[in-house]
C-alpha cells in the first residue's frame, strides 16, 4: 500500500507542516511506503519520499499572510501523482495542491482522506468580523471535503464544527490521534542560560509564546493582558517572550523593549526551541481558533506549565482525561487571564505540579503512536475500498 500526503504547507513553522514532516520522517524509519507531494519556494526538508514541485508564481494568502498560495502546474502535479501510483491519496490542506490533487484523485478514482488541520472558516470570522464571510466560507470547505472517504480532526472538539459547519457525516470523521517528537521536545534541554545566548536581559520570570504572529492566534488580545499585568503588577521582574513570524511584529515592535516583550522570530533549529520550552516559567497561548495546538503539546513534553483559553483544541490536550498540564481560561476574558497569570507566577509550587502533569500526560501523545494510528486507519480505509 503507498501513500501519498499532498499538501500546500511544508515549509512553514506550524504544527501542520511539523506534523506531515514527522510522518514522512518515520515512515523512513519504519519502511512504511509514504510520499508527500508539496509545492513551496521555502526551505523544507531534503528526503527521498518528498516531492517539491516548483511553483510557477505564488502570493500572500488573504487574511493569512504568513502563508504563501503557491501554485504549481496542474499537469506536473498530474504526472508527479501518476509516476507515484498511490493507492491512498491524503489531501491534507484545502489550498491550490489540495484542490488540484482532489480533482486528480477524482478522475482517476483514487481514494481520498484527508485531514480538518485548520478551522479556515474560524480564522475569516476572526480576521474579519463578517458571518457571511464565514458562511462562504463553510460552504467551499463543504464543498472541498465531499468526495473525501474519511476525514480526520486533530481533536474532539472539531468533530461537531466539523458535521454542524462544513457537513461531514460523523460516520466517515474520527480523531487522528496527536503527538509529538519527545526526543526532540524534552525537559533535558533546560537550561536558563539560553536566555543570555539570545541576548534576552535577565528576569526572574519568562513567559513564552510560540506560534504565528498574528491576529488568528489572538496575539492582540494577548499584548491587552500582557500590558494590563504590567500595570496591576509592576512589582513582577518577568518577560514576555514570543517565537514565530507575522506582520504583527511591526505593529508592536516599538514598544516591545519598554513593556519587556521580546520578538525572537521564527526558530527552526529544535534544539534551540526545546530549550526555551524547558527553561521557562509558563507557556501562553491564547488562540481560540486551533484545532490542536501542536506547540502545547511540545510545551508540555519540556515540562513546561500551560495556560490556554477555554475555546478550540489546545484545552483538550492541557485537560487530558482531567489531568491537567496548565490551566484552561476564559477566552478574551483579560481580567482572568491576569489573575491567572499571577496566581501561578506566586506559586512556584503549583507551577512544577502542573508541568509535572504536563510532562506525564505526553506519554500517552508519542509521534510514534500517532504514526501507527495514522497507518493503520489508511490501512482500513485501503482493505474498505479494495472490498467494496
Sequence with gaps: ???????????????????????????????????????????????????????????????YSELDLAFASRSKIEEKLLSLEPDLLHVSTPGPIGFIANRIAKHYRIPTLGTYHTDFPAYILDQTGSGLLKKITDGVMRRFYAGFSHVFSRSSH????????IGIDPSRSSILRAGTNL?????????????????????????????????????????????????????????????????????YQAMASSRKVHFLGGIRDNALLSSLYASSDLFVFPSITDTLGQVVMEAQACALACVVSDQGGPQSIVGYNGHHGGVIVRGNDTGAWVETLEELLLDPQRRERLAQNGWDNMRHFNIKHSFEAFIDAHKRAYEHHASA
Design 1 to 63: 500500500m503507498r501513500i501519498v500526503i499532498c499538501t500546500d504547507t511544508l515549509g512553514d513553522l506550524n504544527g501542520v507542516s511539523r506534523f506531515i514532516q514527522d510522518m514522512a520522517e518515520l515512515s523512513l524509519h519504519f519502511d512504511i511506503d509514504l510520499h508527500v507531494v508539496t509545492s513551496t519556494a521555502k526551505q523544507c526538508p531534503k528526503a527521498r519520499n518528498i516531492h517539491n514541485i516548483k511553483p510557477i508564481f505564488r502570493t500572500q494568502m488573504p487574511f
Design 158 to 165: 472539531y468533530l461537531d464544527i466539523m458535521e454542524h459547519s
Design 183 to 251: 526526543e526532540r521536545f524534552t525537559p533535558s534541554r533546560k537550561d536558563r542560560a539560553v536566555f543570555e545566548r539570545l541576548n534576552i536581559p535577565k528576569a526572574q520570570h519568562y513567559l513564552l509564546y510560540v506560534g504565528r504572529i498574528s491576529k488568528e492566534k489572538n496575539i492582540p488580545f494577548l499584548m491587552r493582558v500582557w500590558e494590563a499585568f504590567l500595570r496591576e503588577h509592576p512589582e513582577f521582574d518577568a518577560r514576555l517572550l514570543l517565537v514565530g513570524e507575522g506582520k504583527l511584529i511591526e505593529h
